[in-house]
């Protein structure tokens, strides 16, 4: 045991010295949740908006300043026919437009939209944000005002922040790819620089080596983990509604699961750029384009989303989304962690297998 003990130690200053590493292991996270919690964001902020009716009378002038004091519109400018708006939207001056009919200042009703549709997910939005606002009481401060028509409640996320959909996918992905990738590197360049030999010679079992070496990677995802939580809770104000443990002990899961992936990818590739060029293809699309992170599963065709199934960060991001945003417990995510379990035993059997093989 003491020898296992001082290959973790080996490993972790070996780790530690190479500053370009960890710069990447800790600078990537706090990047990424800086770019998804706030520049790669689809709230509903600063829309150009342009008022258009035949005469701007009391009830015309309320609706525009409800629209204009809350933090979702500006309004630009005010037009007398449609016709004048649609210009300024294909001239991409405005985005949005309000026609207001001739009964609206009688009955409070009457009011059309002319949307940019462009970003179909993002006109939808603006138009929900305009008439929540619009058709809400007079007697309601637009600034409290949710974003949807009154006779709609949101749960978990009232003022539809996308930092709270991001959060969690966020840390399926940066998980998966500090613990796989950099794993199934480093054990790589041990046996392009021939010193895997020296190692599996030595009076520890090469299996001990092996974890040995996966132990360093699991403390720093431990350690990301912290700092993607901290950061989401204290910069990006997503709540953790959930149990701190639960959350904890499902992302021990995974990042076993990510382990063993980072291992079998090692077997597999003979050398650093192969296992690069493995891990790209098999871990940074897939996670990007089918788990859920950026488009809904439900929205893909049937084929992807059978595709979708096999993709362990699918259901950890689902998991994180119940644990972290909806508050269950953990009888509600015990589908999700079944799946990650059943992964993580294949990937650690096809793992070791494979290992074994090549060592014969």
């Known amino acids: ?166 959060v969690p996918a966020i840390m399926g992905m940066l998980l998966m790819l500090v613990c796989a990738m950099m794993t199934s590197i480093s054990i790589v360049r041990e046996k392009e620089k021939g010193t895997m030999e020296v190692l599996l010679v030595s009076p520890v079992r090469p299996l001990m080596i092996i974890v040995a070496k996966a132990m360093p990677y699991l403390m720093l995802a431990f350690a990301i983990l912290s700092a993607i939580l901290l950061m989401a809770r204290y910069v990006l104000g997503v709540p953790l509604a959930g149990s701190l443990t639960w959350i904890i002990l499902v992302s021990l899961i995974y990042i076993l699961l990510a382990l063993s992936l980072g291992l079998l990818i090692s077997n597999i590739a003979k050398n650093q750029l192969m296992a690069l060029l493995l891990s790209a293809m098999v871990l940074l699309m897939p996670i990007v384009m089918l788990s859920g992170m950026m488009f809904p599963v439900e929205s893909m065709p049937e084929v992807l989303q059978w595709i979708s199934a096999i993709i362990p960060p699918r259901y950890y991001i689902e998991a994180m989304r119940k644990l972290m945003i909806m508050g269950v417990d953990i009888e509600d995510v015990m589908t999700e962690m079944a799946i990650l379990c059943s992964m993580t035993a294949l990937l650690l059997f096809l793992s070791l297998v494979t290992f074994k093989t090549r060592l014969e």
């Open 1 to 166: 045991m003491k020898e296992f003990w001082n290959f973790v130690l080996k490993e972790a200053r070996h780790i530690f010295r190479d500053r370009r590493t960890m710069l990447i292991l800790f600078g990537m996270p706090v990047v990424m949740m800086l770019l998804f919690g706030f520049a790669i964001s689809t709230d509903v902020k600063n829309v150009r908006v342009v008022m258009v009716s035949s005469q701007i009378d009391h009830k015309t002038q309320q609706a525009a300043e409800r629209l204009s004091v809350s933090e979702y519109f500006n309004i630009i400018s005010f037009a007398s026919t449609p016709e004048e708006a649609m210009q300024q939207i294909r001239g991409q001056k405005a985005d949005l437009a309000v026609v207001f009919g001739h009964e609206f200042a009688a009955r409070h009703s009457g009011i059309q939209f002319i949307v940019d549709g462009s970003d179909p997910n993002m006109a939808q939005q603006w138009v929900a944000y305009a008439q929540g606002i619009l058709t809400s009481p007079d007697d309601i401060d637009p600034m409290q005002v949710p974003p949807v028509s009154p006779n709609v409640k949101l749960l978990y996320n009232p003022q539809m922040k996308s930092a709270y959909n991001f």
